[in-house]
């Protein structure tokens, strides 16, 4: 129960608390916020699959540290028991959230607005609420603070909001995806693994959801476009987000040969190669696009030409440090993000293979409901992406070439 004069709240939280470490991380983050708690009730499961339950109330030296420390152990599941009903503000300007805005987590969300809940649209961390009309009807959606416009109705504080976890099967019944209750896996058999991704790509795309893949250039480099290019023709990459680099060294394959200047047949450098990829960037800004080199016949091969082939969409968002880049890379990297969101609806699956920042910048967009894989030779890149609040986020380390080629070979 909230109580303003002590500037506490009791919230409540059910899973696999202990095992899951999931309660130690809610006391750690009201001592880490500056507050105190009490845990009121903690009822443990008796056998193996029961869920616990808490009680915890969460003490604080003013209302508005209280309200931070609500919205914090929100990313874990807590909830308050009495959450009340949402206080709205106007923005104060574009750009600009009112200063006690409510801080969004990837978790399933609802708005008590009056009496009735409203779930909130395409959940996504580190955005704000806004309340809205669409259809007639009130609607709540994230919205990043970049878009929200003055005299928006945002959710300040943390009344009237709750979260759901993603529903998790009883331990010992997980399905053939099991494998993702760790983190990262470099020990567990790898063929094992690609197939039970392999089933779950075919399940979701007989739900009819979309597969989303997050690409980095190491896909050319280890010589794995070929597999990946078979994927798309097979029909399990709906929409690709990647960067110049993986678009340019594809491109710089298909044109040349090569990867980086290095003949992707022999592993060998050639003469000139250096100048290969600047020069594959020169010949699609001269034909408009990527989709117009491949119309016009310059662009014949690799997973660009796929692509376009297949009518699948991709976002192409650049960096300081990008050569050109082509004529389809986003250099607003605010532009990038809205176009990256325009292609979430209906995706089931996320795949991300050998890239570090547009992996953490697509987690950073995906609501945690929705599977995420993270392949990559590196194990920091899934746990960064972790560490980033994508606490879905599993990982496989090994040679994405190898990964591609296997996972082809399943599918297709």
């Not at 009807?137 to 993603?166: F, I, K, W």
């Not at 992406?385 to 070439?401: C, K, P, V, W």
Request: glycine share 10%; with cysteine; hydrophobic share 45%.
């Amino acid at each position: 129960m909230t109580s303003s004069a002590a500037h506490s709240a009791t919230v409540t939280v059910t899973g696999h608390l202990l095992d899951t470490g999931i309660l130690a991380r809610i006391l750690d983050d009201v001592l880490e916020y500056g507050g105190d708690y009490r845990i009121e009730t903690l009822d443990l499961g008796r056998q193996h699959e029961d869920e616990s339950r808490a009680l915890i109330e969460i003490r604080a030296a003013d209302s508005d540290l209280l309200d931070r420390i609500l919205m914090r152990v929100q990313i874990h599941g807590a909830n308050a028991v009495d959450p009340g009903t949402a206080l709205t503000r106007p923005a104060p300007a574009d750009g600009v959230f009112p200063e006690d805005f409510y801080s969004t987590t990837n978790l399933e969300t609802l708005v008590r607005l009056d009496r009735e809940w409203l779930r909130v649209r395409q959940p996504e961390m580190d955005c704000g609420l806004v309340v809205t009309e669409a259809g007639g009807q009130v609607v709540v959606r994230t919205v990043p603070v970049s878009d929200v416009h003055a005299g928006d109705a945002v959710v300040c504080g943390a009344h009237g909001v709750r979260v759901e976890l993603p529903v998790q099967a009883p331990r010992g019944e997980e399905d053939d995806f099991g494998f993702m209750s760790s983190a990262v896996s470099s020990e567990k058999p790898q063929a094992l693994l690609v197939r039970q991704i392999a089933e779950r790509m075919r399940e979701v795309k007989a739900e009819g959801k979309r597969i989303l893949w997050v690409g980095g250039p190491a896909v050319v480099h280890t010589g794995a476009a070929p597999a990946m290019v078979r994927l798309v023709r097979a029909g399990f990459v709906d929409v690709l987000f990647a960067g110049n680099a993986l678009a340019t060294h594809d491109i710089e394959s298909a044109l040349f040969g090569t990867s980086l200047g290095v003949d992707l047949a022999k592993g060998s450098g050639v003469p000139h190669g250096h100048e290969h990829h600047i020069r594959a960037i020169n010949t699609i800004r001269a034909a408009g696009s990527i989709a117009a080199a491949v119309e016009s016949g310059v662009l014949t091969g690799g997973v660009m030409h796929a692509m376009v082939e297949a009518g699948k969409p991709f976002v192409l968002v650049g960096s300081v440090r990008d050569d050109g880049p082509l004529p389809d890379v986003h250099t607003d990297v605010i532009e990038g993000q809205r176009a990256m969101r325009a292609e979430l609806p209906d995706v089931g699956f996320a795949i991300m293979v050998a890239t570090m920042l547009h992996s953490i910048a697509t987690g950073n967009l995906l609501p945690a409901s929705i599977p995420l894989v993270s392949v990559d030779i590196n194990p920091a890149t899934v746990t960064k992406l972790a560490d980033r609040g994508s606490a879905q986020a599993m990982g496989i380390i090994t040679d994405i070439g190898l990964f591609l080629e296997q996972l082809a070979r399943e599918l297709c």
